[in-house]
C-alpha cells in the first residue's frame, strides 16, 4: 500500500511476511523506493539513486548506534534502489503537540537527540515535527533522506533554524518555548558554549535572509 509519493521517492507499508517470505510478529514494514527521473542520462540516474539509497542507510545506521531513536535496517536493495525498515508506530509529534501542547520531557529529548545527532557529525537536513514520532514516550526520528554526514558549524545551524522556522509555522502559538526547551535539552547533550555558537550562527544566517530578501 503506498503511503506517499514524493519527488525523489515513493513510500510503501507492506507486511513483514510479504517481503521476506516469512512471519515476525505480524510486523509491518516501511519501503522506500527511489523514483526513476527521466529527464536524467539511464547511467548517471542509476548512479545518483544508489548513492543516495546508500547514505540515507548508512546515517539512520549511524544514527541508531548513536543512540538516536530510529527505524531498524531489515534490507538495502540496490538494484531497485529501495530501503525496507521499521515500521514505527505511534502518533506524529506534529498531531500530539496540536492535540496535547507541551510536556517538557518530550521537546527536551527532541534537544537531546538533535545534540547526539550532531556530535556524532550527523546533519538531518528536514527536523520538523512531521518526522518525529511519539511510541511510548520515545522519539523516533524518521526520514532522514536529505541527511549528510557533516561537522560543519554552519550546517549544524541551518538544520536547527530550519527546526525553528517549521515550529513558527506549525506551532506558532507554542513555538518559542518549545524551541527553548530543545535547546536546554541540546545543550544537555553538547554544552552551553556549542549552543551559543549554534545561536549565534543562526543569527548570522537570518541575517543573510532577511538581506537577500531586501534585494
Known amino acids: ?20 517470505g516469512f512471519e515476525f510478529f505480524n510486523e509491518k514494514v516501511i519501503i522506500k523506493k527511489r523514483v526513476k527521473k527521466s529527464y536524467r542520462i539511464p547511467a548517471i ?20 548506534v548513536s543512540g538516536i531513536y530510529s527505524p531498524a535496517l531489515y534490507l538495502v536493495d540496490l538494484k531497485d534502489k529501495k530501503i525496507v525498515m521499521e515500521y514505527v508506530q505511534g502518533l506524529r509529534l506534529k498531531e500530539h503537540l496540536l492535540s496535547n ?16 545527532l550532531h556530535k556524532a557529525g550527523i546533519v538531518h537536513g528536514d527536523l520538523t515535527t512531521s518526522n518525529m514520532i511519539l511510541n ?3 522519539v523516533y526520528f524518521i526520514d532522514f533522506g536529505l541527511s549528510e554526514d557533516s561537522e560543519e558549524i554552519e550546517k549544524q545551524g541551518i538544520d536547527i533554524h530550519l527546526l525553528r522556522q517549521a515550529l513558527e509555522s506549525t506551532h506558532y502559538d507554542v513555538s518559542e518555548e518549545l524551541f ?10 553538547v554544552g552551553e558554549e556549542k549552543k551559543k555558537e ?15 530578501k531586501r534585494d
Not at 500500500?1 to 521476506?20: C, N, R, V
Open 101 to 116: 501542547g507541551i510536556d517538557k520531557e518530550i521537546p527536551l529529548e527532541i534537544g537531546r537527540s538533535i545534540g547526539r
Open 45 to 64: 540516474d542509476d548512479n545518483i539513486r544508489e548513492y543516495r539509497t546508500i547514505k540515507e542507510a548508512k546515517i539512520i545506521n549511524k544514527a541508531k
Open 136 to 138: 511510548e514516550g520515545k
Open 180 to 189: 527553548k526547551i530543545i535547546l536546554e535539552g541540546y545543550s544537555q547533550i
Open 1 to 20: 500500500m503506498i503511503l506517499k509519493k514524493g519527488a525523489e521517492a515513493d513510500i510503501y507499508l507492506e507486511d513483514f511476511k510479504d517481503i521476506f
Open 198 to 212: 549554534i545561536l549565534l550562527r543562526i543569527e548570522q544566517i537570518e541575517k543573510r535572509g532577511r538581506y537577500r
